[in-house]
């Protein structure tokens, strides 16, 4: 396993010590100090423990469509209010590209 897969708090071990990760590429070692632990570095579940389990998927709620456009084409008003004449035809251009990709 490696310490992006792991979430905070999760216990293990890394060159025969053992390890709390704290941050996201930090751990504290139990015989005291904080380490960088690298990206690459393969770490072991601590003997007699379960391994950490892994962490939660994201479970945003899917984006409102309705409220995204709404909210678009707010932003889009105020912006063609701030161009000048090439910017609100470059503007008009980019809303409708969006608007289609999001369909």
Known sequence: ?????????????????????VGPMTAAAESGGVDF??????LQPIPGEAPPA???EDTAP?????KV????EAYHRTALRL????GRLTLES???RFLSEIG
């Open 54 to 56: 892994a962490p939660a």
């Open 1 to 21: 396993m490696k310490i992006d897969q792991l979430p905070n708090g999760a216990r293990f071990q890394w060159k025969g010590r053992n390890y709390t990760k």
């Open 83 to 86: 161009a000048d004449d090439a």
């Open 69 to 72: 456009r709404t909210a678009f």
């Open 37 to 42: 632990i690298p990206k690459h570095a393969t």
């Open 94 to 96: 980019a809303r409708v």
């Open 62 to 66: 899917p984006l409102n469509a309705a």
